[in-house]
C-alpha cells in the first residue's frame, strides 16, 4: 500500500470505527499467518491476531505519521503478543515442528531427498543467532519488504539488507561444515 494511502488509512482508524475496520481488514490475514508461523496453532494465533488489533485499537490515537508501513508497527505489537505467549507457556517448539512441508506429487525418493534438504536446512536455521534467525523468517517466512523489516526492527532499510546478507551467509556455511561432516 502506497504511503499516501496508507496515511490516509491511518488518519480514518484514529478519527472513527469504519477506519479501524478498514485497517483490520486491510492487515489481518498477515498478523495472523505471522502469529501462525510462530505458534503452530490456528486458534493461537487466532487470539493473538485480535489482541494485535485490540492493543491498536487502544493506542491508535497515539501513532504519529512518520511515512513508515503500518504493518511494522503491527508486527512490533505481533512480536510483543507472540513472546508474551511463549512466556506464559513456555512452550519450547522447533522451528521444524511448525513448518508445513508441501510435495503429495513428488515420489517417494523425491520427498525423501527433499526432506533431507529441508531438515539440514532447518538444522542450520536452528544453530544460528536469534538475531540471524529472525531476520530470516521477517524475509523468507513473512515475506517483509526490506521497509517493512526496517521499520519493525527499528533500523535502515541497508542495515537490514547487510543483516540478511549476513545472517544468510552464516546459514551457508554452517551448511557446508554440515556437508563436509566437520559439525
Not at 62 to 72: C, F, Y
Not at 81 to 101: G, I, N
Not at 148 to 165: I, K
Request: charged share 35%; net charge neutral.
Amino acid at each position: 500500500m502506497p504511503s499516501v494511502d496508507e496515511r490516509r488509512l491511518l488518519e480514518r482508524a484514529q478519527t472513527n470505527a469504519a477506519g479501524v475496520a478498514e485497517l483490520f481488514d486491510a492487515y489481518f490475514y498477515r498478523i495472523y499467518a505471522y502469529a501462525y508461523r510462530r505458534v503452530g496453532s490456528r486458534e493461537t494465533a487466532e487470539d493473538i491476531a485480535a489482541t494485535v488489533f485490540e492493543d491498536a485499537m487502544n493506542g491508535i490515537k497515539r501513532v504519529r505519521w512518520l511515512g513508515k508501513p503500518i504493518i511494522a508497527w503491527l508486527y512490533r505489537i505481533a512480536a510483543r503478543r507472540v513472546a508474551d505467549y511463549y512466556r506464559a507457556h513456555r512452550v519450547t517448539e522447533s522451528l521444524d515442528d511448525r513448518l508445513e512441508l508441501v510435495g503429495e506429487a513428488m515420489s517417494d525418493a523425491e520427498r525423501v531427498e527433499r526432506d533431507d534438504e529441508y531438515r539440514s536446512v532447518r538444522c542450520g536455521i536452528e544453530r544460528l543467532t536469534e538475531r540471524d534467525r529472525e531476520i530470516i523468517r521477517l524475509a523468507f517466512f513473512d515475506e517483509l519488504g526490506g521497509a517493512e523489516m526496517a521499520a519493525m526492527l527499528g533500523c535502515t532499510t541497508n542495515n537490514v539488507y547487510v543483516r540478511l546478507h549476513r545472517a544468510m551467509k552464516n546459514l551457508k556455511a554452517i551448511l557446508e561444515k554440515e556437508r563436509q561432516g566437520v559439525v
